[in-house]
């Protein structure tokens, strides 16, 4: 049974980091795509950064550009998530998905996603 399964998400000062983790049970690295999105109240789901697992090769929105990196760990069907230099606006509920297919288009669009973790909150406070 695939099932995605986040951690790591808590309250942290500006400045501050956190690790999010993505354990992705029953998904076959290698095939599928897995992003992190992330929602406030009232805002529609944003891409944070998105992850082939065949290549490895990683997306990001602008917003987290040089601040946050996403990476995997095959053998414990896991994706990361780590944030650093956290700012106020990184406030949000995190949700890793998964997606069929490593292609670059939709990397990080919600609608490409089919496949959602129940999400973690992160709180960054000024």
């Known amino acids: 049974q695939r099932q995605l399964v986040e951690f790591g998400g808590g309250s942290v000062q500006a400045g501050g980091s956190l690790r999010l983790s993505c354990v992705a049970s029953g998904y076959t690295f290698g095939v599928y795509s897995i992003a992190w999105f992330r929602q406030t109240p009232g805002q529609e789901r944003e891409g944070v950064a998105g992850?082939?697992?065949?290549?490895?090769?990683?997306y990001y929105a602008d917003s987290v550009k040089g601040r946050f990196t996403i990476s995997q760990d095959t053998a414990k069907k896991s994706v990361y998530l780590q944030m650093n230099s956290l700012k106020p606006e990184d406030t949000a509920m995190y949700h890793c998905?998964?997606?069929?297919?490593?292609?670059?288009?939709?990397?990080?669009?919600?609608?490409?996603?089919?496949?959602w973790g129940q999400g973690t909150q992160v709180t960054v406070s000024s």
């Open positions: 998905a998964a997606r069929l297919g490593t292609a670059s288009a939709s990397m990080l669009a919600p609608r490409a996603y089919n496949y």
């Open positions: 992850i082939a697992t065949d290549t490895r090769t990683t």
